[in-house]
């Protein structure tokens, strides 16, 4: 029942960034013919430089528009409809958030497409120069990772708690801020900015940090499993609340 819950919601995301990123590519690849007609003109750097402005465009698009595509699906009167199809809150969730990863993705591409098509214009002589001066810093990486390879898999579970965060977090707004009846999408804004742009970074900065660095002093592996549990429990008590909201608090008056 997810995949079809995440095809459906697919086709509602990429209904626009679809065509968006391809209009993107494109006039990333005629900045690129224009620097290869003429490399010592401007015409064509501007056109590069903006396609990879819109390439950042497009990605933001992919993130809001899930976030957008939550609420409305969710919430409003498009409600009636999802809650009434043969599904749990778990799927639900599980599906807009698998598909808003998948979009976020798109966007990414986009931006690494856009990004490859404008250095095909770096010289040669350039590239070498690049590719000696990051060699160096390589070679560091990978000392560093062959000496502890454990880190990797510290690293990559950081990563895999990190990315649906953002995500859950902004859904528990969102859910929070429907079970108010007048001035809705006022009182979800400013919970959003309280709780995401102020309350947040003041506990990572002063709390999360300073027990992270302790941490480090101690071991390195200590402070990344720490910040991997703290990731998950947000993760996981983001996940159930936006559940318990969605099967006993839901509130389609709109």
């Known amino acids: 029942m997810v995949r079809k819950l995440m095809k459906h919601e697919l086709k509602a995301l990429f209904r626009v960034l679809l065509y968006l990123g391809i209009v993107v590519v494109i006039f990333s690849c005629i900045g690129r013919l224009l620097i290869a007609t003429d490399p010592h003109g401007y015409i064509g750097i501007i056109f590069s430089v903006i396609a990879i402005y819109l390439s950042l465009i497009v990605f933001c698009a992919a993130y809001i528009s899930s976030i957008v595509q939550f609420s409305r699906s969710m919430f409003t009167g498009e409600g009636y409809m999802t809650f009434s199809l043969p599904v749990t809150p778990t799927q639900l969730i599980t599906s807009k958030m698998l598909s808003a990863i998948i979009a976020s993705l798109f966007g990414l591409a986009v931006c690494a497409v856009c990004c490859a098509i404008t250095l095909t214009a770096v010289p040669a002589s350039t590239w070498d120069q690049i590719i000696d001066s990051f060699g160096q810093i390589w070679d560091d990486i990978y000392a560093y990772f062959q000496s502890d390879p454990f880190l990797i898999v510290e690293l990559v579970l950081i990563l895999l708690c ?18 108010f009846t007048a001035h809705r999408k006022m009182i979800t804004f400013s919970i959003a900015i309280v709780f995401l742009l102020i309350v947040l970074p003041i506990l990572n900065t002063y709390c999360l940090q300073k027990i992270l660095n302790a941490a480090a002093h101690v071991s390195f592996h200590l402070s990344n499993w720490i910040q991997i549990i703290v990731y998950l429990a947000i993760d996981v008590g983001s996940f159930f609340a936006v559940r318990y909201i969605l099967k006993n608090k839901v509130n389609l008056i709109v």
Not at 162 to 179: E, F, K, R, T
């Open 162 to 179: 990190a990315v649906p965060m953002g995500l859950l977090l902004i859904y528990l707004v969102i859910s929070v801020g429907q079970l």
